[in-house]
């Protein structure tokens, strides 16, 4: 068994469903070379808002169809207003919507309908930087 400590991971959306969804393509760790994950589930943009001011998280996947704030905008609020803010991976509405992760600053984007295989790579790849960066356990 791991003494790793698990990453963090903040799922928002509006939808239950979307955010079920995520968690069930995801499971217990994207990758076998990764810890395990503990996921934040949030359903507004204030909460939001205020796990990612608490710090904490390790990665943030944001649903850019949420309503009434979209995960795009909320991505761009965050890499402007939060110090070191970790990775975040956007749900775009369709695959052409890409342009508008990079407009988000977003480090990924998957598109709606999730395809779990999909987002465990790329959800996997994100998270294999954050744990390169994490100091050293003894």
């Known amino acids: 068994m791991s003494s790793e400590r698990p990453l963090k991971v903040l799922v928002y959306s509006d939808d239950r469903t979307t955010r079920e969804s995520v968690r069930l393509a995801l499971g217990k760790r994207p990758a076998a070379d990764l810890p395990a994950l ?7 943009e ?19 169809e949420a309503v009434p704030a979209g995960g795009l905008g909320i991505a761009r609020q965050l890499k402007d207003e939060i110090f070191n803010c970790p990775p975040i991976l ?6 052409q919507d890409a342009w508008l992760a990079t407009w988000s600053r977003a480090e990924a984007a998957v ?11 790329v959800t996997a790849e994100l998270l294999r930087a954050v744990v390169a960066k994490l100091p050293a356990t003894t």
């Open 46 to 64: 204030p909460a939001v808002i205020k796990t990612m001011d608490k710090g904490g998280i390790d990665l943030a996947i944001l649903d850019g």
């Open 111 to 121: 598109s709606h309908p999730i395809d779990p295989v999909r987002l465990a790579e």
């Open 90 to 95: 956007v749900i775009t509405g369709r695959p």
């Open 38 to 44: 503990e996921y934040v589930e949030c359903a507004t």
